[in-house]
């Protein structure tokens, strides 16, 4: 929607509020992997839940993570050593455990530089690349120093759901 210059905050009957919850359903639209976030800080190990995950450059091999500034473990994040580990279909549970519904303790793996979660999809571990405000997320640039990954569907998220998405016959790596 185009706001008129000198508009209010509401306009065709929303509020801010409002206008905010119907970008983030927009916004949901928009189909994601599901991945975890997880460093250790200075006194304990963490995980975050996220579906802001991109690839940014294969020389340097370089992925950012968008992190919300209201996330309990977001301002421990800051400068140390990362994983992203990407979920598999069946590790819903595994998601809802670092989003905010404790589940079963999962199983660790010592990583390189970071640690990361046993039976993952795919993970990247990452030292600290670069950190850049994103309003009210940060965006962790991490540089890739391990990385791996098995076969199994991936785990989704869209409109407010998770999903799953299956495994194709080839991937990308077959292509080129």
């Known amino acids: 929607m185009i706001r008129e210059p ?9 509020t801010v509020s409002g206008r905010a919850h119907h970008f983030r359903g927009s916004l949901g639209r928009f189909a994601t992997g599901v991945a975890i976030v997880t460093f250790d800080g200075s006194t304990t190990r963490h995980g975050i839940t996220v579906n802001s995950f991109t690839s940014v450059s294969l020389d340097p091999p370089l992925v950012l993570v968008s992190i919300a500034r209201s996330t309990r473990a977001h301002d421990e ?3 140390r050593p990362f994983t992203v580990n990407i979920l598999g279909a069946e590790q819903k549970a595994l998601a809802m ?11 660790w793996v010592e990583g390189t530089v970071a640690p990361r979660l046993s039976r993952v999809l795919a993970y990247f571990e990452c030292k600290p690349w670069a950190a850049y405000d994103g309003g009210d997320h940060t965006l962790y640039l991490g540089e890739v120093v391990d990385f791996n990954y098995r076969s199994g569907d991936a785990l ?7 999903t799953t998405i299956p495994e194709s016959q080839l991937g990308v790596e077959d292509l080129l």
Do not use: Y
């Open 6 to 14: 000198g508009a209010g905050p509401e306009k065709r009957g929303r």
């Open 77 to 79: 994040l800051a400068g």
């Open 97 to 107: 455990h670092f989003a905010g519904t404790p589940g079963a303790e999962p199983q």
């Open 156 to 162: 989704a998220f869209a409109s407010g759901r998770f």
